[in-house]
């Protein structure tokens, strides 16, 4: 039991892991080269990242859990909506109440959203319901 715990975690991590350097990637390049505010080019990383983390996490991390594709798809695009509201709402914060760049901020927002993930998307996202 716990091996399996453990390999889901390890495969949560580089997927996260992966998925969260796509967001941070695209939203950096979205702000140096489109021009667009650091908030508006978060919402475009976080769109291009889901189809990683979704993908990911549906033939990686989750995938002995045999969850129905469209079912896994709108619980875990609910799930990810739900941290990127989360991570959008702290962003704003932290881009206004700290001097830290906001690429930096950026990051540390994208960590902080990870254990929400895992717990909802183990626990309902992917969860197979018969």
Not at 39 to 63: D, K, P
Request: charged share 10%; glycine share 8%.
């Amino acid at each position: 039991m716990f091996k399996k715990l453990y390999t889901q975690i390890g495969w949560f991590v580089i997927v996260g892991c992966a998925a969260a350097a796509t967001h941070w990637a695209v939203a950096v390049a979205c702000v140096a080269w489109a021009g667009l505010t650091p908030l508006l080019a978060n919402v475009a990383g976080w769109l291009v990242a889901f189809g990683v983390s979704f993908t990911g996490h549906y033939r990686l991390t989750f995938r002995h859990q045999h969850a129905p594709l469209l079912q896994s798809a709108l619980r875990f695009f609910l799930v990810s909506a739900l941290g990127f509201a989360v991570n959008e709402a702290a962003y704003a914060t932290l881009l206004n109440i700290t001097p830290i760049r906001y690429d930096i901020l950026l990051a540390l927002v994208l960590i902080g959203i990870a254990g929400m993930t895992f717990i909802l998307g183990r626990y309902w996202a992917f969860r197979h319901t018969r």
